[in-house]
Structures are given as C-alpha cells and as structure tokens.
C-alpha cells in the first residue's frame, strides 16, 4: 500500500506526494484520469506527486507558453504544443506530466500523430515548470531520464533555464530552444504578464518579437 510521505495543501498549489507506490498503480491512475488535466501526475521509480495548480500557478504556465508560440513563430519555426500530455517509459519507471511541453526543432517529427510514444518518439525540446512552492518530488531528474534538453523554470520571482549537460542540468542565461531569449527577458515576460491587461502584453510581446527576430532587442 502507498504511503503519504508528504501532504501539502496550502497556497499557491495543492500537491501530494506518495511512496512506495508500483508501476502499475500509476498506469491505473493515469488511465482513470482519461483527458482530465488535473491532477498532474509525476513518476519516479515509486515516488508520486499529485498536483492541482492554482490560478497563480497556471497565469505563469499560460504567460511562458505563449512566449513560446509568438518567439518562435517570430523566429521562423512552428512550436507545437502538447500541454501537459503523458510521457511514460516502463524501461525507466518514470513518467510526466509538464505544466506545459513544447516540441520545436523536432515539431514535424510528431506532428499529427495521434499518440506520442515515449519509447520510440523523441522528447519535447522544452518543458516549462512552474514551482512557486518547492516539490519534495525532484523533477529536473526526471526529465533529464527522458532526455528532456530543456526546461524553464519560474519559481514566483523568476525564470530560470536549464540546459541538459552531461546527464543532469545546468543553469544557462540563454536558451538554445529559442536562440537568444534570455532568463532575464522571460522573467520580464511572465512579471509584465502579472501587471498587464493580456491584450495589451501579448501585443507588446509580439512586437518585442518581430524587433528580437530582425536582430534588435528593444524593450516592449
């Protein structure tokens, strides 16, 4: 039987972490939660988390993600989005469910396929993770089990990007997933998104976006 090993529901999320739980419990819950998108589930070799983001939580989530679609689209690739769709390897005893997956530089490898296997198919290019509340579960390992090659961080005050290097992450000012967008400009981003009217940043975004693309970065 499964045991709680830690139980936090105060604000900003709700999360639940639990030991000893087998493989093919977390293939049971995965299945009976079908389509739902909460609680997002995370695996490793018999720790689980269970976690019900709150609303602060998601406006980060929403505000990077769509940093990604207006960048790239800027910069000429075609980012495809998969939420936080299930990533599973039995061969690892690992799974995931991101805040938000991006595929960009190996977006036409999966595009329109039906079901992304894990096992066959390569990983997102980016994973975005909102942690505003630490996680007793260590996720960065997880992803770097998958061969994630990189993640976005926010913790509430800032954005951090983690760049796989040897197995494990590393901490990098830039990303490579889109070429030249910096920590210090995503953080910008998801700071100006919490003060702004959406309309009004996403227009702002996007037009930081076609002067970053020709070469220029000018403030919104």
Not at 11 to 18: C, E, F, N, T
């Amino acid at each position: 039987m499964a045991t709680v090993v830690e139980s936090a529901t105060a604000a900003p999320d709700q999360r639940v972490v639990l030991g000893r739980v087998s493989w093919d419990t977390y293939l049971r819950l995965v299945a009976d939660q079908g389509d739902r998108s909460v609680p997002r589930l995370t695996y490793d070799r018999g720790s689980l988390e269970a976690l019900a983001p709150s609303t602060e939580h998601e406006k980060g989530n929403r505000a990077l993600a769509l940093v990604v679609e207006v960048v790239g689209a800027a910069l000429g690739y075609d980012p495809l989005d998969v939420g936080g769709m299930t990533f599973q390897r039995c061969d690892i005893r690992r799974g995931f469910e991101a805040d938000t997956a991006f595929y960009v530089q190996h977006a036409r490898q999966v595009e329109g396929k039906k079901q992304i296997d894990a096992n066959v198919d390569p990983p997102p290019d980016l994973v975005i993770e909102i942690e505003v509340r630490r996680s007793s579960l260590a996720k960065l390992p997880v992803y770097a089990a998958f061969g994630v090659p990189e993640v976005w961080r926010y913790d509430g005050v800032r954005v951090t990007i983690y760049r796989l290097d040897a197995g494990g992450y590393a901490e990098r000012a830039t990303s490579e997933v889109l070429p030249g967008l910096t920590d210090e400009r995503l953080t910008r981003f998801v700071v100006g998104r919490q003060r702004t009217k959406r309309s009004d940043w996403l227009v702002a975004v996007q037009a930081w976006a076609r002067t970053f693309a020709a070469g220029k970065d000018e403030e919104p």
